[in-house]
């Protein structure tokens, strides 16, 4: 079975300045997604930003990028220039991936979650 | 073009009771997830619907869950009767089939369920 592990309950980062989230998850499959949802006070998730595991370069969203490292399976987001608005829960995720006409359910496995307070 | 809207997005009810979540999907997206955070713990994985039918519900905690999908439009969550570990709050989701190797799942704000 797949894990996710996010180490980092709570973390907190100045205004214009770089914060890396953390993550590590363990699986046996080879062909998977990684992602980085954000969940405002709002509630309503989004996602941040995607990786395919069989690509090896990092995957970048603006001010948002990723450490990716299969072989330690270690999924970190960078942001940087932090803004008020990225005030948030992170979650990170993972995804087998497998066609929907395969009969996979391709659902997402997450962490529990790191509390981001971007302080002005 | 609406996103995934959840209704109530906040319901409290007493052990014994019965409540009803409602997931209503992105237009034209036959993938429907239902996904539920325990207060401080991660979002698990309840179950998912393609279209009309029940592909996958190996994460429903037991048989006081139903969910049901009219017609592979809205969705809903029955709880009944309710207990008090069934707080938390309920995630819905939708999305494309996935052929055409788009993977992104659209979130609704979720429900927040407080059994007392």
């Known amino acids: 079975a797949q894990t996710v592990t996010q180490s980092q309950p709570e973390m907190s980062v100045q205004e214009a300045e770089t914060v890396t989230l953390s993550c590590t998850y363990d699986t046996s499959e080879s062909n998977y997604y990684l992602f980085w949802y954000k969940q405002p006070p709002s509630r309503q998730m989004i996602l941040v930003i995607r990786q395919e595991a069989y690509k090896q370069q990092n995957a970048t969203e603006n001010r948002f990028s990723v450490n990716f490292q299969k072989a330690a399976k270690s999924f970190s987001l960078k942001i940087s220039d932090s803004q008020l608005g990225d005030t948030a829960m992170y979650f990170c995720?993972?995804?087998?991936?497998?066609?929907?006409?395969?009969?996979?359910?391709?659902?997402?496995?997450f962490g529990t979650g790191t509390l981001l307070a971007v302080q002005p | 073009e609406a996103g995934v809207t959840q209704f109530p997005s906040h319901s409290v009810i007493e052990k014994g009771q019965t409540v009803t979540l409602r997931c209503d999907p992105i237009s034209g997206h036959d993938n429907l997830y239902w996904y539920r955070r325990v207060m401080g713990k991660e979002i698990k994985f309840l179950l998912h619907f393609v279209k009309e039918s029940k592909q996958d519900e190996s994460g429903m905690p037991n048989n006081r869950f139903l969910a049901e999908r009219t017609g592979g439009t809205y969705s809903t969550l029955k709880v009944q009767p309710a207990e008090l570990e069934d707080s938390g709050v309920y995630f819905c989701a939708s999305s494309q089939l996935w052929e055409a190797g788009n993977t992104e799942a659209f979130f609704g704000q979720g429900t927040r369920l407080t059994v007392v």
């Open positions: 995720a993972f995804m087998k991936r497998s066609p929907n006409y395969g009969g996979a359910t391709n659902k997402l496995i």
